[in-house]
């Protein structure tokens, strides 16, 4: 059983003698005008085209005059799609959604309907159905809400709004307003809202749905929206990127197979040309794909990144200044501000200015301007397409989840990031993502990036940049993670220069690695290591020469290559082949000093 209370709300403050003594402050009350223009526009339309399109707001009283519970909002009056006449089952959004309990849990209904009035299909009064239902050249999207037809009608577009995803009909059949269409030849899009997939029951429908319309001879498309909110709906999308935004959908909408919904795409890998893999930079920053580059707040990462753009504006790959095929980038950071920080630190670097574009956000088709997150990857794919760039850089991640995804969680972060990889490869452009590193000590280092270790295993290739614990006036910028290839080289900078004017001072190769840069109190642990490791070859060498492959094995394998090369020379290990093409092999040059040497440090 389900209780919804209909009681009004009230806005009365208590009495200063109920609250007590201390001062409260009420919070302040949005009024039924604003509320309706916001949450209007908030869904890609606007009250001025609502009014016009038979919308009525409504107070309490209001509210119980049409039949409705005695809440007030907005009365989205239905009308009969060709003779225009109003029908009874308009549904009613209110403004303070009624609380109620089922099953033990709290809820809260949106959308009332009149007493004992049918469910049925919206069709936006300011369309002409009469004329479209007869002409199969007509494209229209069924989707779930009356603010989602009237978001399409802003924009001249004919979406019919099912009640709800199971409003369609029942059986095989086909509500019956939907009869009156013509279908055989029509171009259909349906679009439900962002969690149809992940949605048994919403998934369910759409194929239900799907599968009545194929077999009246439509041409289904089954379109995704991006998952910017939990429930994104169409009119959602068109708020924040316009009907561009919606247009980026519908192109990438799949075909509905009419024999076997949800048909594999297979491809054999006989029939697959292979290719090689392309770097922006070589090893580090492949094409097609995404890469990442973490670190520290201001360890360098935002200097390595825009380095990367200004010596590949003018045609060089960093530190080997290996040449290249010019390129544009795409920047992407609320943290900068571009007249401050970027332009000055790019133009320092020598970067060619004209090469270089910064997205601040969106603009929405009524004028208004807003931030972005990776949800509105279609808006992300138009600037790239119109900047022409080859590499794209987010600085940081964080800033572009959007509130409603936990980035901890791998079942929200990696479908924004899939989607974004879609485009990097659709494109063949290089996308380079930074990231924090997360507080916490302990683990490998490929883990230390904030947020789900998913969001690391969606990139590449994967960069790390921090403070050299051998020389703290140093950085280091260490590649830690690579499916594709071989790492590249351990490589050391600074940052010289002050302020905005500061570039990066490339200083040679280097034997760090990330675990180096990620432990706590670098420094100590890596002197630490490399004491122990000195004592390991000592002891090891005492007796004689030894392969080193022999030497990394040992002691299980905890001592890397680079760490032993280090603690070798500082010992000076006498290094030599085995013959031509040999192992190689290392020893102590004095055998008495090494075990004399051995039992001193073993005190």
Not at 388 to 401: K, T
Not at 420 to 434: D, M, Q
Request: aromatic content about 6%; hydrophobic content about 35%; glycine content about 8%.
């Amino acid at each position: 059983m389900v209780s919804i209370p209909h009681n009004k709300l009230s806005n009365k403050r208590k009495s200063s003698k109920s609250l007590g003594k201390s001062k409260q402050v009420t919070p302040a009350i949005e009024s039924p005008e604003a509320w309706a223009a916001r949450y209007c526009t908030e869904r890609g339309f606007d009250w001025e085209f609502a009014k016009k399109s038979d919308c009525e707001r409504v107070d309490d009283a209001g509210a119980g005059r049409h039949g409705y519970v005695r809440r007030g909002g907005i009365i989205f009056h239905s009308n009969d799609p060709i003779t225009h006449q109003r029908l009874t089952s308009g549904p009613l959004r209110h403004q303070h959604p009624i609380p109620y309990t089922e099953k033990g849990k709290a809820k809260e209904r949106k959308f009332s309907q009149r007493k004992d009035s049918p469910y049925e299909p919206y069709f936006a009064p300011s369309m002409d159905w009469k004329r479209a239902f007869k002409d199969a050249k007509v494209d229209m999207i069924l989707s779930e809400g009356p603010t989602r037809s009237l978001a399409g009608a802003k924009h001249e577009r004919y979406v019919i709004a099912l009640p709800g995803v199971n409003g369609h009909g029942s059986g095989d059949e086909l509500h019956a307003s939907l009869r009156r269409v013509i279908w055989k030849g029509r171009k259909v899009y349906i679009c439900f809202d962002a969690d149809a997939e992940s949605n048994p029951d919403v998934r369910h429908h759409e194929q239900a749905l799907a599968r009545k319309l194929a077999k009246l001879g439509a041409v289904v498309y089954i379109v995704r929206i991006p998952q910017f909110a939990p429930r994104a709906g169409l009119d959602d999308l068109i708020g924040r990127s316009g009907d561009a935004g919606l247009q980026l959908q519908l192109d990438a909408a799949q075909p509905y197979n009419s024999e076997a919904a949800g048909v594999p795409i297979i491809e054999c890998v006989a029939d697959v040309e292979a290719r090689e893999v392309e770097y922006l930079w070589d090893q580090r920053l492949p094409f097609s794909m995404l890469s990442g580059l973490e670190g520290n707040p201001g360890d360098g990462k935002t200097f390595i990144a825009l380095e990367i753009a200004a010596r590949g504006s003018r045609g060089q790959q960093p530190y080997s200044k290996a040449k290249c095929q010019p390129f544009n980038t795409l920047y992407m950071s609320y943290e900068n501000i571009t007249a401050i920080t970027t332009k000055q630190r790019f133009s320092a670097m020598g970067g060619d200015q004209k090469r270089l574009f910064v997205l601040n956000g969106a603009r929405n088709h009524d004028g208004t301007e807003r931030t972005i997150t990776l949800a509105d990857v279609g808006t992300i794919e138009m600037a790239i397409k119109k900047t022409h760039a080859r590499l794209v850089i987010i600085d940081p991640l964080q800033s572009y989840m959007g509130a409603n995804v936990d980035s901890h969680k791998a079942n929200e972060t990696r479908p924004l990031l899939d989607a974004l990889a879609k485009v990097a490869e659709r494109l063949n452009i290089c996308i380079l993502i930074i990231r924090h590193l997360a507080k916490s000590s302990g683990g490998r280092a490929v883990h230390k990036g904030l947020g789900s270790i998913d969001i690391t295993g969606a990139m590449r290739s994967v960069m790390m940049v921090g403070t050299a614990p051998d020389e703290p006036q140093n950085r280091a910028l260490v590649h830690t993670k690579s499916n594709i290839g071989p790492l590249g080289e351990s490589l050391r900078f600074s940052i010289e220069g002050k302020d905005n004017t500061a570039k990066v001072a490339w200083k040679g190769t280097s034997e760090l690695t990330a675990a180096d840069l990620a432990a706590p109190d670098a420094g100590k642990r890596r002197e630490t290591q490399i004491g122990r490791a000195q004592k390991y070859l000592l002891t090891a060498l005492a007796d004689g020469p030894k392969p080193v492959n022999a030497l990394v094995e040992g002691r299980d394998g905890e001592f890397s290559l680079q760490v032993l090369q280090k603690a070798g020379k500082e010992l000076g290990v006498a290094k030599s082949r085995e013959g031509e093409g040999g192992a190689w092999v290392w020893a102590l040059q004095e055998f008495k000093f090494a075990r004399k040497k051995a039992a001193q440090m073993s005190e």
